[in-house]
């Protein structure tokens, strides 16, 4: 396809558990974000109570190989506190992540359970958001941790400086995500995990009203194609100041970034 005009540039979160343990290359990454006018891709860490899938070193040398197109989200063995912050700390400050990511579901506790507070803190002192999962779980695992209320809410309630940014929408519980973004100022939605064609009417409709600057476009590459994404992304047919807000300028706000 041709690349989107400037105004329609994309910056995306995805994960990255699988990139390096699939026949999946950077390379062909890059190729896609090209043809797909995807400027940034923020890349994901991935720690498991088992041990570490990818981690922050792993992603850090792809984003310093590749510093304009690829930034990094840390992750951290959450159960293990004192280093958890060491970790985190260390990839900000030493490798240059721009957040830190953690999936509720992989360790089955809440966001608002107490081995996530020290992180909490430790991303406001460092002025770095928080990137979460919200809604069921495909893999066979308890999606309890995904509801938006009571778990989300309550975090943004007690750490209100605190960014959180919530992945997947959030269904069965798409409304409650939207309500806790409306509600609180520094929670926000992003998409990733869902192609545009089966992005919720009620998400749409919050976009294009009080969340135009609230939602943020993410794939989860390489379960999604960003080839695919943009395609069906263009025909949205979303008003041009709420396709910039969605596709880049939300992210650059939240994790301080500059797009090409």
């Known amino acids: 396809m041709d690349r989107m005009p400037e105004v329609h540039r994309l910056l995306s979160l995805s994960g990255s558990s699988e990139i390096l343990s699939r026949d999946v ?19 994901s860490a991935w720690c498991r109570p088992e041990g570490w899938v990818i981690d922050n070193d792993e992603i850090a ?36 992540f721009v957040g830190l990511r953690i999936v509720p579901w992989l360790w089955n506790l809440a966001p608002n359970d107490r081995f996530y507070f020290p992180l909490y803190t430790k991303c406001i002192e460092l002025g770095i958001p928080f990137c979460t999962q919200v809604g069921h779980t495909g ?19 007690l750490f209100p400086d605190l960014k959180i940014v919530c992945g997947h929408i959030g269904y069965p519980w798409t409304e409650e995500m939207i309500a806790v973004a409306w509600k609180h100022e520094n929670v926000f939605i992003d998409t990733s995990a869902y192609k545009p064609n089966a992005y ?21 590459y390489p379960q999604l194609n960003h080839v695919e994404c943009a395609r069906q992304l263009s025909k949205l047919n979303l008003p041009d100041p709420v396709l910039r807000y969605f596709g880049h300028k939300n992210a650059e706000r939240i994790f301080r970034l500059e797009s090409k």
């Open 139 to 157: 893999p066979l695992k308890p999606s309890e941790t995904g509801r938006p209320i009571p778990y989300v809410d309550e975090v943004a309630l």
């Open 25 to 43: 290359s950077i390379e062909e990454l890059i190729q896609q974000m090209d043809q797909s006018g995807t400027d940034i891709v923020l890349l």
């Open 61 to 96: 040398e792809i984003c310093n190989k590749f510093p304009k197109r690829f930034k990094g989200l840390a992750t951290v063995h959450l159960t293990d506190p004192t280093k958890a912050v060491r970790e985190l700390e260390r990839a900000v400050t030493k490798l240059g």
């Open 200 to 220: 919720p009417s009620a998400l749409l409709d919050y976009m294009k009203g009080f969340g135009r600057k609230k939602v943020l476009f993410g794939t989860n």
